[in-house]
């Protein structure tokens, strides 16, 4: 999946596929995981969030599913 970088001091970089409902998080620690079934509205919000890193802790990691990928 292809991932773009984002402004982050946690985050890397941000992929998502509209097909799968699939997003992508890359973090600065080398780990990326993938959240399923995400609706493109929590991705946009994500992407307009001030602290990414916060977004992803309070809207994303508790109501998705979740993948570990590995690089």
Do not use: C, W
């Not at 997003?23 to 991705?43: K, M, N, T």
Request: glycine share 6%; charged share 30%; hydrophobic share 40%.
């Amino acid at each position: 999946m292809r991932r773009r970088p984002v402004a982050s001091s946690v985050i890397e970089s941000v992929g998502y596929d509209a097909a799968s409902r699939t997003l992508e998080v890359a973090f600065h620690s080398g780990y990326v995981y993938q959240y399923l079934d995400v609706p493109e509205f929590d991705v946009a919000g994500l992407l307009r969030a001030e602290s990414k890193g916060r977004f992803i802790n309070e809207r994303i990691k508790p109501r998705y599913r979740v993948v570990y990928v590995q690089e």
